[in-house]
């Protein structure tokens, strides 16, 4: 039979506090057992001093334990003579008759209640054997003394069966205290581990069902979360992944719609241009098959824009890394773009230190891609007569590239969904119609793959500062 968690939990936590419960009381009834017999014991020993005065007395006058040597007969008689007597009180003087008019010494001796005489030894100076009772428990021992001197030791066996009725019932009422007082314990242990138990499987239940709201695709499922343990942490957790995986679905479903919208509008023109071929609307001359033949590279870039970028979202472009010197790449690029920059009356200008030596362990293609996406994307929204600076710089541990231009700029709102992808901004800077928003994204995810960073900021030319950094290859 499979046990819910809450039994298992509510089990565990009961048991255990079972246990310790169990644990203590049976240590402080030992204890208290062990403290107690040592205290009737300690009790007992000074009880012996009246007798221990008599014995010293009787030494004296016989001037040995000759009179008691193993004669056991002699030495009870001399305790029964110890019984009939009590303890003097103060100044030898008695106590007054009780209400009866009895005086303490009509009563009847007490009973021996302790059994001191099956319990007691006498010894000699030397510890030698004189008369008493034969064990092997170690004794509580007393020293004889005449004139300062010993003259012998009196042992007593310790008592371990409490005989004394007051003693045993004291035993009896502690003991029945602390079984009450471990009762009601264990049923406050109880309720508390049925409330704790029950706290800890309503913050899972809320957990689990939340977790099935997730997989059944409800990504906009929250779940309280209280307290700051380990379960409440997990219910932060599950809250932060719900609300990715909702931003996700979003984009999804966004990236869906702007692809099939980027689609429909080049095959709408192929359509409809050789709609109109068959029709016989229009002739198939060769400025016709020219502009169909646009719209095909048109869409064929579009395709192939999503392949890469594609490819990089999934990670499985491919990356040849290698040492190489970032400098040889701009000027490569600087090279090719001079006549497509002039051909817009646009300036590319010159880089001030050409020389500079920018060691990075990259892909040479891939880079080359990088800043051609970049020279095309100033090239393609500067406005005519306006200019691109390329600048190149290192620090101890960076190397820095950073393309500007001039005007238009981007609104500082824009500025951080520049690397979304299909994102255009739609003012000045996005006035043709041939980009797709792609170009950037790719960027954004080919620095990435390099452990670099794509920033956007406005330029102090009045147009975009797009500023790539990469890791330097330390010598």
Known sequence: MKLPI???????????????????????????RQGFTEYLQQVEANRLGFLISNLETTYQKQGSWDFLQNDQRQWHEFLSSQRDKDIPPPDNRLPPPDDNGFSPEDYPPPPDALFLGNRL?????????????????????????????????????PNEVMTDELATTFIQQQKKAKYLIGSLALILSIFAAWLLARQLLL?????VSGVKALAAGEYQTR???????????????????????????????QWIADISHELRTPLSVLRGELEALQDGVREPTPERIQSLHSEVLALTTLVEDLYELSLSDAGAMNYHKENINVTDIVLEIQQQFVSRF????????????PHIQLPVFADARRLYQLFSNLAENSCRYTNEGGFCEITLYRTKQTVIVTFQDSAPSVPQTALPK?????????????????????????????????????????????GLSIQVEFPLLLE
């Open 6 to 32: 809450f039994a298992k939990l509510f089990l565990t936590l009961l048991l255990s506090i079972g246990v310790m419960i169990a644990v203590m009381i049976g240590s402080a009834d030992w204890l208290f």
């Open 342 to 353: 002039a051909s817009r009356g646009i300036t590319l200008r010159e880089i001030s230190n």
């Open 121 to 157: 030894r006498l010894l000699d100076a030397n510890h030698n054997y004189v008369v008493g009772a034969h064990f092997e428990e170690k004794p509580i021992i007393r020293a004889l003394k005449v004139n300062k001197q010993i003259i012998g030791w009196l042992e007593i066996r």
């Open 418 to 462: 520049l690397f979304d992808r299909l994102y255009r901004v739609e003012k000045s800077r996005s006035r043709e119609s041939d980009g797709a928003g792609l170009g950037l994204a790719i960027c954004k995810n080919i620095v990435e793959a390099h452990g670099g960073t794509i920033l956007a900021y406005q330029s102090q030319y009045g």
């Open 223 to 253: 779940i309280k979360a209280n307290g700051h343990d380990e379960l409440g942490q997990l219910s932060q957790y599950f809250n932060s992944l719900a609300q990715t995986l909702q931003k996700n679905e979003v984009a999804r479903r």
């Open 203 to 207: 913050t899972i239940r809320r957990i």
